[in-house]
């Protein structure tokens, strides 16, 4: 059973289902549309019907979440070309 909401049922209607030259699927929204709850919606659908264990948020992940980037994002103007 689907939540009820008129953004919900848009969503699900806006989508658009477009293949490539090389035959592969993909579908998603129409130009200026949106689909983030139309994704979360199919997210724990996916999630429900699967047998595959759900992620797990574990303390270790947490921790790890926390620690900063080993690295920095250069500024352009730090860049070694510029």
Known sequence: MLPKSERLVNQLCGLER???RAGKDS???GPGGH???ANS???VADLVGSSRPAF???PH???MARRPPRYRRL???EMPFH
């Open 61 to 63: 992940l947490l921790e």
């Open 56 to 58: 797990v948020v574990t």
């Open 35 to 37: 689909d983030d709850l």
């Open 27 to 29: 579908i998603d929204h």
């Open 75 to 77: 500024r352009l103007d």
């Open 41 to 43: 919606v199919a997210g």
């Open 18 to 20: 477009r293949v490539s």
